[in-house]
């Protein structure tokens, strides 16, 4: 760019460069996303890095490839503290690089993450220019901002080194969320080429226990509490087939504990080892099994900003409503391409307007409301778990349309059924906090819980229906009964119809709203 006479430039040799790019020994890169994972703050939006694939790389020594990633060095255990830095640029970011097996262990087979490929089309010279960069990046750091500049924003800073005439990064002013990158790059003419799925292990078990008869389940769930069960006659009679596939199932399930350290891990080894012996004595080879997605890639979900439009009712009022959210994701949006039963709310705002008293008013800003919903099954059992903090009003004797700030919190279990095409009923034990003039003591301060079923009834038509009962024995003393009936009809990848019923003490509402995506 600036026309230096390369013949009065030094030549300059790194033997540490020249080593490790012959050790990287790289013929492509392929672009990473590990799919959402709600149990930790920094990655429940997803992550992107980069892999480096080695020459003459065949689909069983990929994962020995190296990867070029980039993420903020953690330097305290306190949450309030990580969000805090994490939000306002306190974390260093380097780049850094591993061998693709060890992140593989980390998303896929710890964390329970699917894990989506992206080979991208990049010649010998915009390659070998990107990993030089990369080098120069080797000792350098970034402030970290969870929001903005993160992960997917620096690995896309890559991309654009690699190939200047692409402006990546320019398309995110206020934040990065790592699938719209993959939505971004995938959009880049001749960017991008084959793309393979790499389902977690947790994934791959379940669809394997699927594929299980019930009498093969029962028997399963007796080996991994007791491998001696192999020998009784139950086992014994079924054909060699179906033993290997049980034995399978059952040895990736012990597997997954132990790495999970679900358990004691002596007699983790132990069950390990005697299933493994049993399964040596079965002379077959454990055939193929193909591991559906249990969601598709995820440029091929909606854009995660959002904007409704709408019309309601409340309390014999009529009111115009407009509604923006910066993102992401809720129980009711359209699945396609999102981690199913999981709800991330960022920055919600609704402004409305009453017919009766000609006035607009900010009605609901919400500056966090996430769900994770985590069916319990017979094989895997975690915890559900929401939170959400906001500000929005309510209704009481004497005071109409008041602000109330609230927080609220909750811990529960869900199971999954499939009695019209597939449902997932929760309960949740939760706190709640209320700070209002409408309330004596202008506070409330109590706890409870509630009851759901979110039900897809048909592939565009979703249902959500809550019940919750709060009792408040601080500050103003009251108790609170809601029911709440939600649906989404899907009109298009980026657009759906919304229709919502609630009912609490002195207060029913109901609105229709058209949401856009972009």
Request: glycine share 6%; hydrophobic share 35%; with cysteine.
């Amino acid at each position: 760019q600036l026309s230096f006479d390369h013949d009065r430039l030094r030549s300059v040799q790194c033997d540490l460069f020249t080593q490790w790019f012959h050790e990287l020994n790289a013929e492509a890169v392929t672009l990473i996303f590990p799919s959402a994972f709600m149990n930790n703050p920094a990655s429940m939006f997803g992550h992107t890095l980069l892999r480096i694939d080695q020459k003459g790389q065949t689909e069983q020594t990929r994962l020995l490839a190296y990867t070029l990633n980039y993420a903020a060095d953690v330097t305290t255990e306190n949450g309030f503290a990580f969000a805090l830095l994490g939000i306002t640029g306190g974390f260093k970011g380097y780049y850094s690089t591993h061998p693709y097996y060890m992140k593989v262990k980390e998303y896929r087979d710890l964390e329970n993450r699917d894990i989506w490929e992206y080979q991208l089309n990049l010649s010998d010279e915009e390659l070998t220019r990107m990993l030089m960069h990369a080098w120069e990046m080797g000792h350098a750091y970034f402030d970290y901002y969870f929001f903005k500049e993160n992960c997917a924003y620096n690995i896309l800073s890559l991309l654009e080194i690699a190939r200047p005439d692409l402006y990546l990064t320019d398309q995110f002013q206020l934040w990065t969320i790592p699938a719209d990158t993959i939505r971004l790059v995938t959009e880049q003419p001749g960017l991008v080429g084959e793309i393979a799925f790499r389902p977690a292990r947790g994934t791959q078990i379940r669809q394997k226990y699927d594929a299980l008869n019930s009498d093969e389940a029962a028997l399963l769930d007796t080996i991994v509490q007791d491998p001696r069960v192999t020998r009784s006659d139950d086992f014994t009679r079924r054909s060699p087939e179906r033993q290997a596939f049980v034995l399978d199932v059952a040895s990736d399930y012990l597997q997954y504990q132990r790495m999970k350290g679900d358990g004691d891990p002596s007699e983790l080894r132990t069950k390990v080892h005697e299933v493994l012996s049993v399964r040596s004595g079965v002379d077959l080879q454990s055939k193929p099994f193909s591991v559906t997605p249990n969601a598709d890639q995820p440029e091929l979900g909606h854009k995660t900003g959002r904007v409704g439009f709408g019309v309601g009712w409340r309390e014999d009022e009529i009111f115009e409503e407009v509604t923006i959210r910066g993102a992401y994701h809720d129980l009711l949006d359209p699945d396609r391409g999102f981690t199913r039963d999981t709800q991330i709310e960022i920055l919600t705002a609704s402004i409305r307007h009453y017919e009766r008293s000609n006035k607009f008013r900010l009605e609901e800003l919400t500056l966090a409301n996430v769900v994770s919903l985590s069916p319990v099954d017979a094989l895997f059992a975690a915890p559900s778990w929401k939170i959400r903090a906001g500000v929005d009003t309510v209704i009481r004797d004497g005071c109409r349309l008041c602000r109330n700030t609230n927080v609220n919190g909750g811990i529960g279990i869900a199971t999954e059924s499939s009695v019209l095409k597939r449902e997932v009923a929760f309960a949740f034990t939760e706190i709640d906090a209320n700070y209002s003039h409408a309330y004596d003591e202008n506070h409330r301060v109590g706890a409870g819980g509630t009851l759901g079923v979110l039900a897809d009834v048909t592939d565009r038509w979703k249902m959500l229906v809550t019940g919750t009962y709060l009792q408040y024995p601080f500050g103003e003393k009251s108790h609170d009964l809601r029911t709440s009936i939600q649906q989404r009809f899907t009109l298009g990848q980026n657009a759906a119809f919304r229709f919502d019923l609630t009912d609490r003490d002195q207060d029913t509402e109901a609105r229709f709203l058209i949401h856009a995506f972009f």
